[in-house]
């Protein structure tokens, strides 16, 4: 079976840790978000890859849910010592070595989906049925607009979640190169070719939404032939992991379970989703969600461990497949008559 899934950093890697405990044997395709990507120091730093990558070769610090286990701090020391800026986002020794390599590789004229490629050979060695692909290998980040008592500006996403811990308000998003992308190798042939599509629970508005902004990958989904399956990260009005809920306001949606799904939109209407998960504790917004046009199903989606989250992704799989099935039924006895 080749399974897709769109996903961001923590929680999306989280995730894919699941769908692997729960289909051992599929090939597994992880389109990851990388308008995320910085250059900080002069070397190009890519979270959300590092972070899947880190945690499906099993090197993540799992007590913070990124960076290297065993991790030291010696030349962020160092730089600190010498006043070099900016202090506020922390490179280890062992994940700056990554991102040395990404560099150089970057310099030589390497795309960025073949520099990803060539760092997994050490990482996902031992699983060869998972792929990391960037959504690009065009440069393309989120910059948040703010206004801090000095005037609207844009600083980068990271600046705004690492150093000012999403405080001030945001005020609006530009995505910087996100209209001159296209997709990386490999990414609009994986949704064609896919058995399931699982959209994760990541960040609709910085992780999945910038995947879906780049050119073509929309309407790959929609054109899809394999179902189409969401699981929210918002559980019971709160985002279960980062600070969902100060971004969603910009974009015009409430922070709830159902509002973030009616965003994705169902496929019959345009959207994107055949089924949407919610998680137990948000049955009212299973059931405006599916009032809407939006098949939704509300299971325990707490990522306990790969077992539990494992489980939780078979009901939704089921669940969705159920709906497609139901779908193509009423399509052959609407044809029938």
Known sequence: MQIVILAGG???????SGAR??????????????ADDITLHGLRICPDLDTMMYTLGGGIDSERGWGRTEE??????ELA??????????????DLATHLVRTQMLDAGYPLSAVTAALCTRWLREQPQLRLLPMSDDRVETHIVIDDGSGRRAIHFQ???????????ALDMVRVGIDQATAAPGVLRALADADLILVGPSNPVVSIGPILAVPGIRAALQSAQAPVVGFSGILGGAPVLG?????????????????????????????????WL??????????????????TRAV????????????????????????RAQRMQLGQVRDAS
């Not at 044997?25 to 992880?30: C, R």
């Not at 910009?250 to 989703?273: F, K, T």
């Open 21 to 34: 405990s729960a289909y051992p044997e599929a090939d597994i395709s992880v389109i990851v978000n990388t």
């Open 81 to 94: 010592a010498y006043g070099v800026e900016p202090s506020w986002f922390g490179l280890g020794d062992l």
């Open 243 to 275: 600070m969902a809920h100060r971004l969603l306001p910009v974009i015009g949606v409430e922070v709830d379970a159902a509002a973030v799904g009616l965003h994705y939109g169902a496929r019959p209407a345009g959207g994107l989703l055949d089924a």
């Open 10 to 16: 923590v929680g999306g890697s989280r995730f894919v």
């Open 278 to 295: 919610v998680d137990s504790g948000d049955a009212a917004a299973a059931r405006t969600a599916t009032a809407a046009g939006l098949p």
């Open 300 to 323: 325990d989606l707490v990522m306990h461990d790969p077992a539990t989250t494992a489980r939780f992704i078979r009901s939704g799989v089921d669940f969705g497949l159920s709906v």
């Open 72 to 77: 030291t701090w010696r030349v962020k020391d």
């Open 159 to 169: 600046e705004y979640w690492v150093r000012l811990h999403a405080v001030p308000d």
